[in-house]
């Protein structure tokens, strides 16, 4: 082979495997929904107790109209945050906003506002096994003010009870809380 045929497929080869990182940056599964681990819904598996490591971002800018919003206010609620059921409307706003920043200061993480990966995983500290099985569980966030019950479906769909006693699923790309 000629060294003119060698440069030409390792040129080939470059250009290939440069294309493919620059695609593979691009379509990221974040850049998909908003989350991190690529799911339309909080999701869970194995062990409960690491299964928020890896959530979507839910702020002002991302997600912030959706079910996994209306989790979100759930956890600032429990923790005396949003002082009333009526704040968790699924709509991430200015007063949930500050709620977020204010909870991250006190949990001694980047007061930025914006729920994200530190944020989840945080939370995910308060919630404590009731009953099941890994593939079906029953579980309850415990905050500092208030407590709510989760479900961990065997599809690793997460479900809560909101304030008003009603179930949700906790979906990044609907509503139907508030």
């Not at 959530?55 to 979100?72: K, M, P």
């Not at 956890?75 to 945050?81: D, E, I, T």
């Not at 944020?119 to 009731?130: F, K, L, M, P, T």
Request: proline share 1%.
């Amino acid at each position: 082979m000629s060294s003119h045929t060698k440069r030409i497929k390792w040129g080939a080869c470059t250009v290939g495997a440069l294309t493919a990182a620059v695609l593979a940056m691009s379509t990221t599964p974040a850049a998909a929904n908003g989350t991190y681990s690529g799911l339309e819904y909080v999701y869970g598996a194995g062990a409960w107790s690491d299964d928020w490591g890896n959530e979507g971002v839910v702020d002002t800018n991302t997600n912030r109209t959706s079910n996994a919003t209306c989790l979100w206010q759930m956890v600032l609620w429990a923790n005396g945050y949003l002082s009333s059921a009526s704040d968790i409307d699924g709509d991430f706003g200015s007063r949930t906003k500050t709620a977020t920043a204010n909870w991250q200061s006190a949990s001694g993480l980047t007061a930025d506002g914006s729920a994200g990966k530190a944020s989840w995983s945080h939370a995910a500290g308060r919630i404590n096994y009731v009953s099941g099985t890994e593939s079906d569980l029953y579980l309850v966030y415990s905050g500092s003010a208030r407590s709510f019950i989760l479900h961990r479906f065997p599809d690793g769909v997460y479900q809560f009870v909101d304030a008003d006693g009603a179930s949700r699923n906790a979906g990044y790309n609907y509503r139907t809380c508030g």
